[in-house]
């Protein structure tokens, strides 16, 4: 019998599916596998399985296939996919895995007791996206064109809905369908951002590292001059990490709008690497010209500098208080750091923090974030599923001994991030 190949990880990262191989590889459970041919046949359709592309990706692999498709997802593997070789043990993923497969079942035992499927909820969720998209591009034409200032306020909120909307889109979670999915997620590019860069921003850095001081992008926003996790360096500046803080948060759909460009033109993110073709370049450049256009020349030509500033803080400063407020509150308290030897399904858990778990209506509002735990957890489930199986997600984690957070509304899980940050900021925390 032949020794299986060593692949080592420099040589995956070579077949990101761009550049000179245009082969895309990957790393599951420690086997290198080539999903060229399999990518335009995905299921979930292309653009999320691309990101598995050049790296090891059992943790999406893992949380994006649920009990329901094991059996169609290990025909795949074994049919669709050409095996490569072994995948160096010092970079693969590991942990005990019976957290992970207990909860799976349970979960899925839930909602079939329950009558319910993964995609509950998506008639939902296309209905707003639709609405909120219509709306949006109905204010924006009476604050752009016509000058009606006091509408700006009310565009911010769309912009937090929408935000919220396309998170559920870029996860695949808002539709069964891959271009119902691909259509949501464009309302970030709707509101200045990019669901492009979004996509390894969020699944990539974050949900596969919550809370890595390495490697999650979501505690970097702001360094150095903000200090979000604890294990980052502090400065004498960071005293005032609380205030700041607050007052960076305003700039949260700004960032976005600049930082897309600069992510894209490094190809890199933390130190993870993104893929970019000539087609994500281009649909950058048309996404970010457009929102310029609407948002700043128009109301600059007819209204002038003053007016399109008032209109920008007015819209962009709600939004982002709205999206980056909601958040912020998850991940961004005291003692939510794992251990990285563990499994990714125990790191998911104690990383993130919940906020009135089963309440329908802060799900709705916080666009499913109330329930982040759940959320890492399974994060191609429809965010209506959430407060059916919250309360089997917390029973599992406490029966392995795992830290659930939970705080009983947004405001105790404010005051405890405001209390984090100030916390960050002080001189013992080193």
Same mark, same amino acid.
Request: proline share 3%.
């Given at each position: 019998?032949?020794?299986?190949?060593?692949?080592?990880?420099?040589?995956? !990262?070579?077949?990101?599916?761009?550049?000179?191989?245009?082969?895309?590889?990957?790393?599951?459970?420690?086997?290198?596998?080539?999903?060229?041919?399999?990518?335009?046949?995905?299921?979930?359709?292309?653009?999320?399985?691309?990101?598995?592309?050049?790296? *090891?990706?059992?943790?999406?692999?893992?949380?994006?296939? +649920? !009990?329901?498709?094991?059996?169609?997802?290990?025909?795949?593997?074994?049919?669709?996919?050409?095996?490569? &070789?072994?995948?160096? $043990?010092? !970079?693969?993923?590991?942990?005990?895995?019976?957290?992970?497969?207990? +909860?799976?079942?349970?979960?899925?035992?839930?909602?079939?007791?329950?009558?319910?499927?993964?995609?509950?909820?998506?008639?939902?969720?296309?209905?707003?996206?639709?609405?909120?998209?219509?709306?949006?591009?109905?204010?924006?034409?009476?604050? #752009?064109?016509?000058?009606?200032?006091?509408?700006?306020?009310?565009?911010?909120?769309?912009?937090?809905?929408?935000?919220? +909307?396309?998170? #559920?889109?870029?996860?695949?979670?808002?539709? /069964?369908?891959?271009?119902?999915?691909?259509?949501?997620?464009?309302?970030?590019?709707?509101?200045?951002?990019?669901?492009?860069?979004?996509?390894?921003?969020?699944?990539?850095?974050?949900?596969?590292? $919550?809370?890595? $001081?390495?490697?999650? /992008?979501?505690?970097? #926003?702001?360094?150095?001059?903000?200090?979000?996790?604890?294990?980052?360096?502090?400065?004498?500046?960071?005293?005032?990490?609380?205030?700041?803080?607050?007052?960076?948060?305003?700039?949260?759909? %700004?960032?976005?709008?600049?930082? *897309?460009?600069?992510?894209?033109?490094?190809?890199?993110?933390?130190?993870?690497?993104?893929?970019?073709?000539?087609?994500?370049?281009?649909?950058?450049?048309?996404? /970010?010209?457009?929102?310029?256009?609407?948002?700043?020349?128009?109301?600059?030509?007819?209204?002038?500098?003053?007016?399109?500033? !008032?209109?920008?803080?007015?819209?962009? &400063?709600?939004?982002?208080?709205?999206?980056?407020?909601?958040?912020?509150?998850?991940?961004?308290? *005291? *003692?939510?750091?794992?251990? $990285?030897?563990?499994?990714?399904?125990?790191?998911?858990?104690?990383?993130?923090?919940?906020?009135?778990?089963?309440?329908? %209506?802060?799900?709705?509002?916080?666009? &499913?974030?109330?329930?982040?735990?759940?959320?890492?957890?399974?994060? #191609? @489930?429809?965010?209506?599923?959430?407060?059916?199986?919250?309360?089997?997600?917390?029973?599992?984690?406490?029966?392995?001994?795992?830290?659930?957070?939970?705080?009983?509304?947004?405001?105790?899980?404010?005051?405890?991030?405001?209390?984090? +940050?100030? /916390?960050?900021? @002080?001189?013992?925390?080193?």
């Amino acid at each position: 019998m032949a020794v299986p190949r060593v692949i080592s990880r420099a040589e995956l !990262e070579q077949h990101a599916g761009v550049g000179a191989t245009r082969t895309y590889w990957t790393a599951i459970h420690g086997k290198v596998y080539d999903f060229t041919d399999f990518v335009e046949k995905h299921p979930g359709g292309a653009k999320i399985i691309r990101l598995a592309a050049a790296r *090891d990706s059992t943790i999406l692999f893992e949380s994006h296939h +649920l !009990e329901k498709s094991q059996t169609r997802v290990g025909v795949a593997l074994k049919n669709d996919l050409k095996y490569i &070789g072994e995948y160096d $043990p010092a !970079e693969t993923e590991s942990g005990d895995p019976t957290f992970w497969t207990t +909860l799976r079942k349970r979960v899925d035992d839930r909602l079939t007791s329950l009558g319910l499927s993964y995609h509950y909820g998506s008639r939902y969720i296309e209905v707003e996206s639709a609405v909120c998209a219509g709306l949006f591009l109905i204010l924006t034409y009476f604050v #752009s064109f016509q000058g009606i200032l006091w509408l700006a306020p009310f565009m911010g909120f769309l912009a937090g809905r929408l935000g919220f +909307l396309m998170h #559920s889109g870029n996860h695949c979670s808002s539709s /069964k369908t891959p271009t119902d999915n691909h259509l949501i997620a464009l309302c970030m590019n709707l509101i200045g951002g990019s669901s492009f860069i979004w996509r390894y921003q969020h699944q990539v850095t974050h949900h596969m590292y $919550p809370n890595d $001081p390495t490697r999650d /992008k979501d505690v970097h #926003s702001g360094k150095p001059i903000l200090r979000l996790h604890s294990q980052h360096d502090r400065h004498f500046w960071h005293r005032f990490n609380l205030p700041a803080t607050a007052a960076m948060m305003s700039g949260f759909l %700004f960032k976005w709008f600049v930082s *897309d460009v600069f992510h894209t033109i490094r190809g890199k993110m933390v130190g993870i690497s993104i893929h970019v073709s000539l087609a994500d370049v281009i649909g950058l450049i048309l996404t /970010k010209a457009q929102w310029f256009v609407l948002h700043v020349a128009i109301p600059y030509y007819y209204f002038g500098a003053r007016y399109t500033a !008032e209109s920008l803080v007015l819209f962009m &400063g709600v939004g982002a208080y709205y999206l980056g407020g909601t958040f912020i509150v998850n991940h961004i308290q *005291d *003692d939510l750091i794992s251990d $990285p030897k563990d499994h990714w399904a125990k790191r998911q858990v104690v990383a993130s923090s919940n906020w009135s778990s089963r309440s329908f %209506f802060s799900n709705w509002v916080s666009g &499913g974030l109330n329930h982040q735990i759940e959320h890492h957890l399974f994060p #191609s @489930m429809n965010i209506y599923c959430y407060p059916y199986i919250q309360d089997v997600v917390e029973t599992t984690a406490k029966e392995f001994g795992i830290s659930y957070r939970t705080y009983p509304s947004f405001g105790a899980a404010l005051q405890s991030t405001c209390k984090y +940050l100030y /916390k960050l900021g @002080m001189k013992y925390i080193d």
